[in-house]
């Protein structure tokens, strides 16, 4: 089975910095993935974290703790199309498809 | 990277139709396929694993004499909603990995249905 848990939501201001944060349980684990969802439109790949530690690409950066079943998504310099759910999705075995929480919708306002 | 795309984006039948829609991968061969659908404000839920040259794997609730998939290449895979009625309007979304040992999932745009 698994377990996600996620803030269902959040705002923030444009310009700020905004943390995601996830947890998760698994029977299994082969990493961890964070997607964006616009209203209306499909997801979009975002990070996917296999080993403990930060990934940073540009604006986005994603952090995995294994051992703390923990992740979080960071933002910055928020936009306003950043406004959409972000949704953290733990990868157990190689080959399944991702199973996804309801995710975290962040608005972000000016 | 890698392109999915899915056809229709829109859909409006008349109940007791059957509607299908298409997932392609543009530029890469996918062995396997995913069909998730979504209601309004809720979660993604996966409905079934579509592998290649094979029979679809379904998700326990979903049933497989109504949402019938074939996927009959690399790369495209098909849903069919038979029968529709309205409480099977809703956001149907396709997924592949664009190949084998990569586990990222890119997705289709989703086509929106909506049975009368």
């Known amino acids: 089975g698994q377990n996600i848990d996620q803030p269902t939501e959040m705002t923030a201001t444009e310009g700020a910095i905004v943390q995601i944060n996830c947890t998760y349980q698994t029977s299994g684990f082969n990493g961890l993935f964070w997607y964006q969802q616009h209203a209306g439109e499909a997801p979009t790949f975002l990070s996917y974290?296999?080993?403990?530690g930060l990934e940073e690409k540009g604006r986005f950066s994603s952090f995995l703790s294994r051992s703390k079943g923990y992740s979080y998504l960071l933002l910055k310099e928020l936009q306003m199309k950043d406004s959409a759910s972000y949704l953290c999705a733990p990868f157990n075995q190689a080959g399944t498809a991702l199973i996804f929480g309801k995710g975290t919708t962040l608005s972000v306002s000016s | 990277g890698a392109v999915v795309s899915q056809h229709p984006s829109w859909v409006i039948c008349k109940s007791g139709t059957s509607v299908k829609i298409e997932c392609r991968s543009l530029?890469?061969?996918?062995?396997?396929m995913f069909w998730y659908r979504q209601f309004p404000k809720q979660s993604l839920m996966l409905m079934a694993t579509s592998n290649e040259g094979s029979k679809a794997t379904y998700e326990q609730g979903v049933e497989k004499d109504k949402f019938l998939i074939n996927h009959a290449s690399l790369t495209l895979s098909t849903l069919t909603v038979t029968s529709a009625h309205p409480e099977d309007s809703s956001f149907y979304i396709c997924?592949?990995?664009?190949?084998?040992?990569?586990?990222?999932?890119?997705f289709g745009a989703g086509t929106r249905l909506s049975v009368l």
């Open positions: 530029d890469f061969q996918a062995t396997t």
């Open positions: 974290n296999v080993l403990d």
């Open positions: 997924s592949a990995r664009a190949w084998t040992g990569e586990n990222i999932q890119y």
